[in-house]
């Protein structure tokens, strides 16, 4: 039925809690340092403690700030009131279900002309009601600390994930709908917006088997609830290696050259006579790195690389009910199935894109490879080899990190000032660095606010406003930068809350945060975005107890931000096409933009500065790190194209086959096929997380990637602080967010029209792309 409910982490960003301003938060008034918000500490805690001693005193009416039995009153997770506990979340929960069934109620027996005009409004509420606890379950479950929270968040989701099913094959609902968008008399008074959602709408419950012979939709709720359930299963287990060591004989470790300072650091068995090499962590790395045993460096990396048999079998599981979901639809495979209205089209055109893509990579991965050739054949001894072949052949995934060390890169990195980059990147500085570009291109700027208790997940969580210099404030973004214990390691966006009009008559505002456009006067819901990191303290920064960020940290900085700029600046009516609710191929092209300005020498140079001098970062170190961080670049994106292929392989027709099907044996046979930096050891593809948060679209990274390389050329290029042309950018992408064919933004931001209908022209064109 509804788009909005067919939830995915990364294809649709959560839209979770609705949430009221509260005026204690919101200070305003209130202009706090970025950079020591992030930075420092005990400013942090300091401004903290200030502003809840003025707003306790305010809320009991006493002047004297100083007085100390005044207590802020407590609220609840990103102030919804509810959120306080984890039976709140059930209370929550609970209430949103009675709500939702009563709409549904309404809008099956309201036969008025008055209802039906209001239908697609009210189907697109009903679907806000719904992602306010899906998805808010989505972050908690990622992102809590605490495991009473994480529970009941289980188990909201798995309740509300069911209902949402049976309503995506409700025949009366469905046919309704069809109803109003044939009769012209009705369409001729909805607006645009009103009649994409509607035919989006209908698109999902047709995919649902709305249509198809009795007995589907009940198989069809059934399998959607597996995929769910084994899905979220196979992502809990991605980070487990196979085993927490590797024995590697004592003998062998101890004449291979590695310093003892870092032998020292393993554990050996009972007798002695093995190392426990850990499969996790720095000292793997290390060893990676470090170990000139070809074989030793084999068997740790493959170890490290995967994963128990068991997760194997929950991938195959999964590919397999996918694959039969769409089978019961009708359609030859899910690749096929979620292509399906898709910028992409199907799985002919991904093959297609994909292999056009490695064909133009693979020869410049072969030739950063053969300097790492050159360095193996060196050290062994060997014959240098000449054709593409003898070098793809001689260099292992294993050898990457050992000979990468040998590199010309690195021998000049000794003629430099023995100096860390990261110095110049702090957490605060790269903050105020996003800041100041935002104001720079969009008129945006990021300001700190204290946040009022039981506010935030963590007393680390910074609350930032987005302030628009036209319209005030437009959104809120909780920032969870820094490691902790029980954290997850891997980067993520959620869209919290989505930016929307109200709707008419929406009353109950208690759980609903409501901003207002100062240019306009409308009042629409705020967005609200978490963005979760686990950024490690430096060693170098210990006493000043400032994060420092590598290069590769910048990205990931910028990359998260591109995702939340485009929730705070898309400007829809209805929260079914909001922001980044858009084609799942078209989501991460903002975010991969911001990562052509982290990368920018012009950009990186205005933000940084040292942690304890604030000197600029000097150019030469800046520009021989980023060489050596895009050395090998190439090798990269043809390591995104394999992925892209496994991930259509797995979901293609070939799981429906009668005859028994081997992943990992799939897995291995694309390795060796596709040759570089081969991996025919391990069972790693059980590890890739993304083939069930990206089924079948993970080229989505790729193909954004090449549209971004695009965008980048034509319009930050020659000046990456451009005011003129960031508008043209917010303007044909960023606020339109899923209401629009995203050919036609494109085709606007690159001001060739002849794009707009996305034919396999316009794949081709966007195919083209020397630097991705």
């Known amino acids: 039925m509804l788009r909005s409910l067919t939830v995915s982490r990364v294809s649709r960003s959560p839209f979770v809690g609705r949430i009221r301003l509260l005026a204690s938060s919101s200070r305003l008034g209130a202009h706090y340092d970025v950079r020591k918000v992030f930075d420092n500490p005990r400013y942090w805690r300091e401004i903290n403690s200030e502003a809840y001693r003025l707003e306790s005193s305010k809320s009991k009416g006493i002047i004297s700030r100083f007085t100390e039995s005044s207590v802020l009153p407590e609220t609840g997770l990103f102030q919804n009131p509810y959120l306080k506990s984890s039976q709140g979340l059930r209370q929550f929960s609970m209430r949103t279900l009675e709500e939702a069934q009563t709409l549904v109620d309404n809008m099956r027996t309201d036969h008025t002309r008055e209802g039906y005009l209001s239908y697609i409004q009210r189907l697109d509420r009903l679907s806000d009601l719904l992602c306010r606890v899906i998805d808010l379950c989505e972050f908690v479950r990622a992102s809590h600390p605490d495991p009473h929270f994480v529970q009941a968040a289980q188990l909201c989701h798995e309740e509300m994930f069911e209902f949402m099913n049976i309503l995506n094959t409700d025949k009366t609902l469905c046919e309704i709908l069809k109803s109003i968008l044939n009769d012209r008399a009705l369409t001729a008074e909805l607006s645009k917006e009103e009649i994409r959602v509607g035919n ?21 709720i059934s399998l959607s609830q597996q995929i769910s359930l084994i899905g979220q299963d196979f992502i809990s287990n991605t980070d487990f290696a196979k085993s927490s060591h590797v ?20 554990s050996r068995d009972s007798r002695g006579m093995y190392y426990k090499v850990p499969t996790h962590g720095y000292i793997a790395y290390s060893i990676l790195r470090s170990c000139p045993d070809e074989n030793i460096r084999k068997k740790i990396w493959t170890s490290m690389h995967s994963c128990p048999d068991h997760q194997i079998v929950r991938l195959k599981q999964l590919a397999k009910i996918r694959g039969y979901l769409a089978y019961i639809m009708g359609i030859k495979s899910y690749s096929e199935y979620q292509l399906e209205g898709k910028m992409a089209k199907s799985p002919a055109y991904v093959r297609g894109f994909v292999q056009s893509l490695v064909e133009a990579t693979k020869p410049l991965a072969t030739q950063e490879l053969r300097h790492i050739a050159t360095f193996k054949s060196e050290h062994l001894k060997l014959k240098t080899p000449e054709s593409d072949a003898d070098v793809l052949a001689l260099v292992r995934p294993w050898d990457r990190e050992f000979y990468s060390t040998w590199s010309a890169l690195q021998r000049q990195r000794k003629s430099v000032e023995d100096e860390q980059i990261s110095c110049y990147f702090s957490v605060g500085t790269v903050m105020q660095g996003l800041s100041d570009l935002f104001q720079s291109i969009y008129g945006i700027t990021l300001e700190p606010v204290v946040a009022v208790p039981g506010e935030t997940w963590s007393p680390e969580v910074r609350r930032i406003n987005v302030i628009s210099d036209t319209e005030g404030l437009i959104g809120v973004v909780y920032c969870d930068l820094f490691e902790r214990h029980g954290k997850t390691t891997n980067p993520a966006h959620f869209t919290v809350c989505c930016s929307r009009q109200i709707y008419p008559g929406e009353t109950d505002l208690s759980t609903i945060q409501v901003g207002q456009l100062s240019s306009t006067g409308e009042k629409f819901q705020l967005p609200v975005i978490s ?37 705070m600046l898309g400007r829809t009516s209805l929260q079914n096409i909001s922001g980044t609710r858009c084609a799942t191929d078209f989501v991460e092209l903002p975010s991969i933009l911001m990562e052509h300005f982290s990368r920018d020498p012009r950009v990186l140079s205005k933000i940084g500065r040292h942690y304890i001098t604030n000197k600029p970062v000097p150019i030469d170190l800046l520009k021989l790190n980023q060489a050596q961080s895009g050395h090998l670049q190439h090798t990269e994106t043809f390591s995104q194209a394999k992925m892209a292929m496994l991930d259509q392989e797995v979901h293609s027709s070939i799981m429906l086959s009668d005859e028994p099907v081997d992943i990992v044996e799939m897995y291995h046979n694309l390795e060796k096929e596709m040759a570089v930096l081969a991996d025919d050891q391990s069972n790693w593809c059980g590890r890739f997380g993304h083939l069930f948060g990206y089924g079948a679209s993970y080229y989505s990274y ?13 319009l930050f290029a020659q000046d990456p602080f451009s005011r003129k042309n960031g508008e043209k950018f917010k303007g044909s992408i960023l606020k339109w967010g899923g209401s629009r064919d995203p050919w036609e933004c494109i085709a606007d931001a690159l001001d060739k029209p002849e794009l707009s209908n996305g034919d396999e022209n316009a794949m081709r064109f966007i195919g083209h792309t020397e630097d991705i």
């Open 702 to 714: 790729l193909f954004d990637r090449a549209i971004a390389s695009k965008v980048w050329a034509h």
């Open 531 to 567: 963005l979760v990191c686990s950024f490690l303290q430096s060693s170098q920064a210990c006493e000043q107890d400032v994060c420092l960020l590598q290069l590769s940290d910048v990205d990931t900085l910028f990359h998260e931000m591109g995702h939340a700029m485009h929730s």
């Open 247 to 266: 024995r590697v004989p004592c003998k062998d470790l101890d004449k291979s050259g590695l310093s003892k300072l870092l032998l020292d650091q393993l």
């Open 200 to 220: 989006i709408l209908l698109e999902d419950f047709e995919k649902s088997g709305i249509d198809m012979e009795p007995g589907v939709a009940e198989q069809f």
